[in-house]
Structures are given as C-alpha cells and as structure tokens.
C-alpha cells in the first residue's frame, strides 16, 4: 500500500514539474508560428461604441430576441449539458442549454461582446414553452415542470451566415502574441471561464469568401465560479460565493502578469490521468501575460458603465441582488488592470 502511494505521489510530481517549466517556456515564446497554414480571419475588432451597447440584450439586440412557442427538433447529447434543438414560430433554429451553465454563459458572451470580440447571439429565458417535447429527454427533465414549461434555459440563435469549420488551438492560432490574444486571455480570467480547452472555441467561415474566418470561443458556460473544476460542479459555475473567493491576480512583474484562471485541477482528477494532464497543460493561458496588454483589456472594460455590468448580470437570470454582488466583484477586477 505504502509503494503504491509512493509511486502515485511520484508520477504526480512528474506530470507537475515538467509543465510548469513547459509553461514558463511558451510565455517567453510570444511570437510563435502556426505549424501549419492558417485562413485569414479575425479574433477581435474594435468597439467604437462600447459605452453605448446594450449588454442586456447582447449582440442580437431585443430584434433578434427570442419569442413565442418553440418546437423540439431534436436532442443533442454532445458535451456535458442537457440541450436540444428547436425551432420558432418564424422558423430560426435555436440551441437550448439547461443546468448550471445557462446563466452565466449568457453573461460572459455579453462581456466579451462589449470589448469586440466576437460571440454568440445567447438569450437567457426563465420560461420556455416547447411543442412536441418528448416525454422522456434523456438529459434534463429535471427542468421540465409538469406545466410543460422548460424552465431557467439559455438559447443559442443558429446563424445561416456562416459554417463552423472546426476549433482553433490555444498554442496554435494566427493571434499568438498578439495584444488581441492576450486581451482574450485576460478575459478568461476576470470572467474565471476555467474550461478551456480547443474543442470549446470555434472557427466560421464566411460562406461568400472561404478565405475569411471568425475566431471565437464558443462555450463560455464554466464562468463566475471557482477557477478551475471544483470539488462540486455546484461551485464551479455561476456561484458567486465561489466567484467572491477566488484569486485574481496571482503574479506580476514589471513586464507580465499571472492570473488564478485556468488553476490546476483538483486531485481527485488524478484519478483520470489524461484529464488531469490536459488540465495542467491549460495553465499556461492565464500565465506570463503582458502587462501592458492587460492593461489595455482594462481600459477598454473601465469604459462600461456600473449599469451596462449590472445589465449584463440581469440578462443571465439574476436578481438584482445578486447582479449588484457578481457586478462589483467585475468592477474591482478592472479596477486592478487599470492599475497594472
């Protein structure tokens, strides 16, 4: 029994140091080439408007809103969600997600919206009245009432203007070392949007030039909770105690600053070794960012106003209560990067 620990607690020690070394490494790195050639696109564009914007209603604004009787169309059992497909009465097909993740998705897209980059269109609804649902979904009854009503759902509105042609790489990606880049980076961790891994980003292709692409995250649900994958996936998301507790900024100096998101995964994820290694190899994204990239994330938040944040929070489902609690937290956050 005794060996048996040893022998755990050294390969731990094993897949820990080398990566932080690794880690290290890749943040001197800040201009790295694509191994192999990348479509033209873009990541992020500027926001001339960004004290204006409605983050109540995001990027599709209330004419994009959701309305009406929806009809189930199929269930989708990828990822770790309950969602489903349906359709509106004006034939717009929608991706509802359930559970822990729809509330906070819904703000975190409208965040990174207000400071240009580019996300879905996501509306939160407390209420969704869905035709021809299936009696048994084999994921998320749960947020079915017996009225039929789906209830606390996010929907996702399914562009006809683009084709996804598949996820982009943290490591590897046009953007590496841009200032751009980094501001993303920096999001990830005011936001505490922990689960970064490639297959939740994505790429569109504008269908009237295949040369042309859009880079964006695509699931921004593992946000406003712990840094990284908690003890309870009840802490994870969407917890603003969780939210409240955790560290910001962990590092600086007087070129680069690190950030408590994504953290190292929790031990219990030894037990899925891949898992694990996968998660320790994350680490690098919230670490060795420019100071002065951070800085200029900052600035570009510091130009929302307390409604705008609060109005963001309100759209995610939140009491008042609680989107002045979450906003604050938001606001002392870029309060540090301004300082930076």
């Not at 983050?55 to 004419?63: H, I, Q, R």
């Not at 962990?250 to 408590?260: A, I, L, P, Q, R």
């Not at 209560?321 to 540090?336: G, H």
């Amino acid at each position: 029994m005794r060996r048996t620990a040893l022998l755990v607690m050294a390969l731990l020690l094993f897949c820990v140091l080398p990566l932080s070394a690794q880690e290290q490494e890749q943040g001197r790195q800040r201009l790295p080439q694509p191994s192999a050639p990348q479509p033209a696109g873009a990541l992020w564009s500027e926001p001339a408007d960004i004290a204006s914007r409605d983050l109540f209603y995001g990027p599709g604004g209330e004419a994009d809103a959701p309305h009406g009787v929806m009809t189930f169309v199929k269930e989708d059992l990828a990822g770790s969600n309950p969602k489903f497909d349906v359709v509106d009465e004006e034939g717009t097909k929608w991706k509802v997600k359930l559970g822990a993740e729809a509330s906070p998705e819904t703000v975190a897209a409208r965040l990174l919206w207000a400071v240009g980059y580019t996300t879905d269109e996501d509306y939160f609804v407390p209420e969704l009245k869905v035709e021809d649902l299936p009696a048994h979904l084999q994921r998320g009854r749960q947020y079915v009432g017996r009225d039929g009503l789906v209830r606390r759902a996010r929907l996702k509105r399914v562009s006809e203007d683009g084709k996804k042609s598949g996820p982009w790489k943290w490591k590897k990606n046009p953007f590496r070392g841009t200032r751009e880049f980094d501001g993303l980076r920096v999001m990830m961790a005011v936001m505490n949007n922990w689960d970064l891994k490639d297959s939740n980003t994505a790429i569109y292709q504008d269908p009237s030039d295949p040369s042309q692409a859009t880079y964006m995250v695509s699931d921004l649900g593992a946000s406003f909770g712990t840094n990284g994958l908690s003890w309870t996936q009840k802490r994870s998301k969407g917890n603003l105690h969780s939210y409240a507790d955790s560290r910001f900024i962990t590092h600086m100096d007087d070129e680069y600053v690190d950030f408590g998101t994504p953290a190292a995964p929790v031990p219990i994820e030894f037990l899925a070794l891949p898992d694990f290694v996968n998660r320790m190899k994350m680490r690098w994204i919230g670490r060795r960012i420019s100071r002065a990239h951070a800085r200029w994330m900052g600035d570009l938040l510091a130009q929302l106003s307390p409604q705008q944040i609060r109005d963001a929070f309100r759209a995610g489902g939140y009491s008042p209560e609680q989107a002045e609690a979450f906003s604050r937290i938001v606001e002392r956050r870029i309060a540090e990067l301004e300082q930076l």
